[in-house]
């Protein structure tokens, strides 16, 4: 079953889809770094994946 998080900033599409939950968290991390100038804990990433 995949694991997949949606990107909840305003006028962002980022999506990411992955069997493995921690690349899903290490993919977000990095993504919410470089394009939102932010950090995400990793706890709060996984309350908000899904299971595909």
């Known amino acids: 079953m995949a694991h997949q998080f949606e ?3 305003q006028d962002c ?3 990411v889809r ?3 939950e ?3 968290v290490d ?3 990095e ?5 939102h100038g ?3 804990e990793r706890n709060d990433i ?7």
Request: glycine share 4%; with cysteine.
């Open 7 to 9: 990107c909840t900033q």
């Open 13 to 15: 599409d980022f999506m």
């Open 18 to 20: 992955a069997n493995d």
């Open 22 to 24: 921690n690349e899903v």
């Open 27 to 29: 993919v977000v991390q």
């Open 31 to 35: 993504h919410a770094r470089e394009k």
């Open 38 to 40: 932010m950090s995400m």
């Open 46 to 52: 996984q309350g908000a994946i899904r299971q595909r």
